[in-house]
Nanobody
Framework: QVHLVESGGGLVQAGGSLRLSCAAS????????MGWFRQAPGKEREFVAD????????DYADSVKGRFTISRENAKDTVYLQMNSLQPEDTAVYYC???????????????????WGQGTQVTVSS
């Protein structure tokens, strides 16, 4: 089992940047595939990015490709989401997710992940 805590959200102007962090508890962080999802008001939770256990492979939603970068530091039990060129449509609650049973790349669906953080709000003003 793993406990996830996101941080780094906030209010930023369009074109700005934020870096989200997700700190995981437990000694087996490196055994988890990690993902970032987001949910805007009135919308379903959607895939943003994921990263393999070693960090050598990543996958992105088309809407964020080229602007967002997912990375992880297994020594620090932390996964990051660097978000550049933010736009108002990126406004959402961002969640990190973990699962240790998934192959890579996993399906881009939230229901394949067993563990979730509480979320962090990202608001982009125009």
């Amino acid at each position: 089992q793993v406990h996830l805590v996101e941080s780094g959200g906030g209010l930023v102007q369009a074109g700005g940047s934020l870096r989200l962090s997700c700190a995981a508890s437990g000694r087996t962080f490196r055994s988890y595939v990690m993902g970032w999802f987001r949910q805007a008001p009135g919308k379903e939770r959607e895939f943003v990015a994921d990263i393999s256990r070693s960090g050598s492979s990543t996958d992105y939603a088309d809407s964020v490709k080229g602007r967002f970068t997912i990375s992880r530091e297994n020594a620090k039990d932390t996964v990051y989401l660097q978000m550049n060129s933010l736009q108002p449509e990126d406004t959402a609650v961002y969640y990190c997710a973990a699962d240790n049973d998934l192959g890579y790349p996993p399906p881009r669906r939230p229901n394949v992940y067993d563990y979730w953080g509480q979320g962090t709000q990202v608001t982009v003003s125009s």
